[in-house]
């Protein structure tokens, strides 16, 4: 006799919010680094930056500002 969910069940969950809070921070990576470089480094000529820069600067203000998980960090 079995009681409970099965593991893969109590687990597809987990995983799932896991791999969505991954992709959505490569989109968020994405569109920092199309912005970046299609407007700063023509306004304010300064250089264009990587992939991994702009993962770099996002991972950075999520530190400095909060993981909140509605908008503007509350």
């Known amino acids: 006799m079995q009681f409970g969910l099965p593991l893969h069940m109590l687990l597809f969950p987990v995983f799932s919010f896991a ?3 991954i992709a959505l921070f490569a989109i968020g990576t994405i569109i920092l680094h199309w912005i970046w470089n299609t ?10 930056i ?11 203000s999520k530190i400095l500002f ?5 908008p503007f960090g509350f």
């Open 19 to 21: 791999i969505s809070a």
């Open 39 to 48: 407007t700063l480094s023509h306004i304010f000529s300064v250089r264009r």
């Open 50 to 60: 990587s992939y991994w820069e702009a993962f770099k600067l996002i991972l950075f």
């Open 66 to 70: 909060g993981f909140g998980i509605l």
